[in-house]
């Protein structure tokens, strides 16, 4: 038997990089004889991993020892190996109001008032959109522990809060005013921007609290 730190599962979970391809075989393999059945493998394809990446499920799983199972467990190696050589699709940036009306849109046909929060990176790109609160038409009770809960579980370094008006007009409440002001300053408090407050309405209308000046100055 061999040594833990000879094992290839052992290898592979600690030193990656210094695997050569039939020590990266036999851990996907496993069982107890997974180094001879890596090794018959690659003697199949004389060696070739671009021959064994081009091999269908059926052409592997006919190796002695391999088996339908192993097989699709080797080719969906392959397959992940492929997407993480795809380029990353950078997330939207998010520098107006329209932009951050973009990722709030479907708001405008939601029959309560709903609560969300976009998350912001140093570079205003979104981290993702936030569902916070679900409310009863036009009354939406809000903690700000948890509109800045999800801001600091993703290291955001700004948000932008949005709600709808049911009723569809996306004119700012009082109460949209205090608890845009209460938010921006307990931001302030934790070093999380409160970059802007979108209210939604219906037909794309929506009012943006930071350019008319509510709530921020």
Do not use: W
Request: glycine share 8%.
């Amino acid at each position: 038997m061999l040594a833990l730190r000879d094992r290839p599962a052992y290898r592979v979970s600690t030193i990656p990089s210094s695997c050569n391809a039939m020590e990266l075989l036999a851990a996907i393999i496993g069982g107890p004889r997974q180094i001879e059945i890596a090794e018959g493998l690659l003697a199949c394809f004389e060696g070739d991993i671009h021959r064994m990446f081009n091999a269908c499920t059926e052409e592997l799983s006919n190796v002695h020892g391999v088996g339908p199972q192993t097989a699709t467990r080797i080719k969906a190696a392959f397959a992940l190996g492929m997407l993480f050589n795809q380029p990353v699709e950078e997330s939207p940036s998010v520098n107006s109001p329209a932009d951050a009306y973009y990722l709030l849109r479907d708001m405008e046909t939601l029959e309560q008032e709903h609560l969300r929060i976009i998350l912001l990176n140093t570079k205003m790109r979104s981290l993702g959109v936030i569902e916070v609160y679900i409310g009863a038409v036009n009354n939406v009770q809000i903690r700000l522990g948890e509109v800045f809960r999800p801001a600091i579980q993703r290291n955001a370094s700004s948000i932008i809060i949005g709600h709808n008006h049911p009723s569809s007009d996306p004119t700012p409440s009082p109460d949209d005013i205090t608890i845009t002001r209460a938010a921006v300053q307990a931001g302030k408090l934790i070093d999380i921007t409160v970059a802007d407050h979108l209210v939604i309405g219906r037909g794309g209308r929506y009012v943006s609290l930071k350019e008319r000046g509510l709530g921020f100055s």
